[in-house]
């Protein structure tokens, strides 16, 4: 899942033009397709060419894109482009399972991903420069991994993935739309998850992001072939499509979808579940810690709207924090959300609710919930449970915690092999994942990055991993 309290986002271009098709399972002989699409008076088309082996990107190709673009931006959107992560961060990121058979799926999807080529004439947003372009370019420019066995990753791997520059340029210019990643990961199916995705970039305008539509109409086959479905009759479109759809309306994204018209010429009426534009994932991670279930709190979103859901929330916590104790969190909550009244809240909390603002409840939910740094005993005690949770948490979760943490620190210094040499010192047990985490963070923050980095390729060399033979 993804971490508490952090935004996710979409590069706008590849959402809207749906690069991945939305089917789970494509014809053996699905190598390429071309797509000429209508946006208002603008024509543009949509190129892709793929290597016969592998076949057009599809399925958990869209999750596994989507996850690229989120860990690029959590490792502060390098100028070269570079991701550098382990197969556990990348499913992780995707809302995957990290049991076996998933890496030899993502071994696929990234063969796919980095092998197929786009051309995109009249279709490539520039937005700082406000105009459409023409580009060329593979979703992923360049990889390199470790393995245990040539040319396929496994759990042991470190990867090194380079974005092509069209797609890092696009973000680190903004060019960006908020993406609910903890709801996309909600929906069962591959299908239903591109879908979303698809739909939640073509609501918004492209000249202007904030601006998101509440209906969305299209021809049918016209949207079959901007997703990618193969197939020239309406009917198995319409099949294809319509399990997401059911999907979608019972989340709640969707409020209906209607079919107008007959034959080839019939339309696609979309209208969006009412308000629904996703939460802040931080607010889901809040009622989750009171015990509401995410299904439940997009409907209490929905029908209370994101502020009076919020206010809720501080209310609830700060009731809590005076000591009263309920038989039942997640129901006391929502009786606290329907019944505002009815609870007296603590003198100070009802102090600091005066004024509703977006700035004040952030800073009512720091009397409820202090920061972790607000003074260096809070921030040594939050530091000593972190370290307790790691350690109730099997070796192989520990030492990808580590890894990750390391391979965001040390990504510029550290060579891919060597990331490989730690990762097996710390997979034989020849590491302490905790000490070593601990060890490299303290001496970070202290400013002793390199000596840091030269200690532990000493410390390494030291080890019978020095010569990794992967």
Known sequence: MTEKGIKRFDELNIARLSLISVQERIPSDYRDWTVELEDGDRRYRVTCQALPEYGVPHGIDTDISAA????????????DGTVTCTPYQLLQMAGLDTSGR???SLDESLKRLTTTTYFIAEGWR???KGRWTNVNFRYIDRIEFTSGQAERLDASSVLRITLPQEISRSVRAGYIKSLDLSFM???????????????????????????????????????????????????????????????????????????????????LQYTF?????????????????????????????????????????????AILAGGYKPRSKPAFYVDVLKNPGKYQLPEEARAAQKAPSKAQVTKERGAVQPSLFETPS?????????????RTLPRETQV??????LTFLLRNDLKLIELDTLRLALDEGLEDPLEIKAWAIGGIASGQKMTIVRDLRARLSLKPLLEPTR
């Open 273 to 317: 579940g009412e308000a629904f534009i996703p939460p802040d994932p931080a607010l889901l991670q809040e009622l989750a810690e009171l015990g509401v279930t995410q299904t439940r709190a997009l409907q209490l979103v929905r029908e209370h709207g994101e502020h009076g859901v919020e206010d809720a929330v501080v209310r609830c916590k």
């Open 378 to 390: 809070r921030a040594a005690e939050e530091e000593s449970r972190e370290e307790e949770r790691l």
């Open 126 to 128: 520039d937005h700082p």
């Open 185 to 267: 990961q909600t929906l069962k199916r591959p299908p239903t998850r591109a879908l979303y995705r698809l739909l939640d970039a073509q609501r918004r305008d492209p000249e202007n992001p904030d601006a998101v539509a509440m209906a969305y109409q299209v021809g049918l086959m016209e949207w079959a072939e901007a997703c990618k479905i193969v197939t020239d009759r309406p009917s198995m479109a319409q099949r294809t499509l319509d399990s997401a759809h059911e999907e979608l309306i019972e989340k709640g994204f969707l409020k209906s979808v209607e079919y107008l018209g007959r034959g080839k010429k019939k339309l």
């Open 102 to 104: 998933y890496y030899a």
């Open 68 to 79: 690229l673009v989120n860990l690029y931006i959590d490792q502060g959107s390098p100028t």
């Open 400 to 405: 990808e915690e580590v890894m990750r943490t």
